[in-house]
């Protein structure tokens, strides 16, 4: 039998890191281990009744078919009444795209738009998805390291530095995964002052997490503030983590129309269209009730704190408070060169996380993965009990070390 080899596109990326540490945890637990994994992405909500009902009606009304390859007239009206509701943008439906996913919107815009060569500026730390995606569209990522002492934000100096002639796209993230650190109106506008000087980039902006933010803090998208860069941005958005939607697999974006159209040829010789009933679902979402997101962004603002503050009472942590997202980032540069249990010395974040794992089966995913190292990511899209058992057992980690 001739034997599989990867394509050479294929080689140049590595599976998810955050996928593989929720496997690694659930084998332990397979194993009978009393593991907590603190590693997937995804609200522990269910997805609101109004929207399942929605489903359950398009699935009686016999919208089982094909639908236009990048989604429904229904749900492009609904998202351009979301951006104007919410973002102040104005967009026209053909404007806009519909994908299974946040994910392939990404992947989509990098595969319509990189030739070999492209640059990509990806902030770091980022979401781990962006540059396997470059990479796979034939671009190249190029990281521009935002770290604690910035709050993990791009400044105007970092991205200035990261820019050459052959920056085809910035991508933004905020609130950030894996960080939770979010973009005011006024870091944007700098930002933009940059951007303003160099029209050969592009902006993605991934606005995953835009309504789980805390503290009260008011959201703003670069296309909005920045009227400029209006008509080379990409704003990305989805109803996986607002809506706890992460299994209907529908992701959007609004941007100028000649990539829309490109990314649509793209849709129509890969996937066709998202799952005709999840966009049924996803145009209640939309149009229906937001009165929950506000009391689940509390729920997520509570645990936050309960996170944040409990790390910080570890010995040799430090966490940052993010403003947004599910996420914290804590810095472990205080336990490095120190000694575990095993007799393991912690040269690193990935010896920090596997140590963690092995020791008080606690599954959290290292800060190499993520591209900004001694850290680690949780999620904490938890309950507050099996948060204080967690928390409890990193503080008693890194009480041991030596
Ligand atoms: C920053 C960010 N963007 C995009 C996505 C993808 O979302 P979706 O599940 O809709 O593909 C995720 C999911 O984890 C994410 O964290």
């Not at 951007?195 to 995953?208: A, E, G, N, S, Y």
């Amino acid at each position: 039998m001739a034997s599989f080899s990867e394509s050479d596109t294929l080689k140049r990326v590595k599976p998810s890191p955050t996928l593989a540490v929720t496997a690694k945890a659930r084998e332990l637990a397979r194993a009978g281990r009393k593991v907590i994994s603190l590693g997937a992405g995804e609200p522990d909500f269910d997805t609101p009744e109004n929207i399942c009902d929605a489903a359950i009606k398009a699935i009686k009304r016999g919208e089982t078919r094909y639908t236009d390859v990048d989604g429904i007239p229904e749900l492009k009206a609904a998202i351009v009444a979301k951006f104007k509701r919410e973002n102040g943008l104005d967009y026209k439906t053909t404007q806009v795209s519909v994908s299974p996913g946040g994910k392939p919107v990404i992947y989509n815009a990098m595969m319509a738009s990189l030739n070999a060569g492209d640059e990509v500026i990806v902030p770091a730390p980022y979401w781990v998805s962006y540059p396997d995606m470059v990479l796979l569209a034939g671009g190249t990522p190029v990281f521009a390291v935002a770290g604690m002492e910035t709050g993990f934000k791009l400044t105007p100096q970092i991205l200035e530095a990261a820019i050459t002639p052959k920056t085809k796209w910035l991508i933004l993230n905020s609130p950030s995964n894996p960080t939770g650190a979010v973009y005011t109106a006024e870091d944007l506008k700098a930002l933009g002052e940059v951007l303003k000087r160099h029209p050969q980039v592009w902006i993605l902006t991934d606005d995953m997490y835009e309504h789980l933010l805390f503290d009260g803090f008011k959201y703003a998208t670069i296309a909005q503030v920045v009227p400029e860069l209006y008509d080379r941005t990409l704003t990305m958005n989805g109803v996986s983590k607002a809506y706890s939607m992460t299994g209907w697999r529908i992701g959007y974006c609004a941007g100028p129309e000649p990539l829309i159209k490109a990314m649509s040829k793209i849709i129509s010789q890969s996937t066709s269209n998202a799952c005709s009933i999840a966009q049924w679902a996803a145009v209640e979402a939309l149009n229906g009730t937001q009165d929950f997101i506000a009391p689940r962004a509390e729920v997520f603002q509570k645990r936050r704190d309960l996170v944040v503050a409990m790390l910080n009472n570890a010995k040799g942590i430090t966490c940052p408070t993010p403003e947004g997202a599910f996420y914290v980032y804590p810095s472990i540069a205080g336990c490095i060169g120190k000694q575990a249990p095993s007799g393991k010395i912690i040269t690193n974040d990935e010896d920090f996380a596997g140590e963690l794992l092995q020791t008080e089966e606690v599954a959290v995913v290292h800060g190499a993965a993520f591209g900004l190292s001694p850290f680690f990511r949780i999620s904490y899209a938890t309950s507050e009990s099996v948060l204080t058992e967690a928390c409890s057992r990193i503080q008693r980690f890194c009480a041991s070390l030596k």
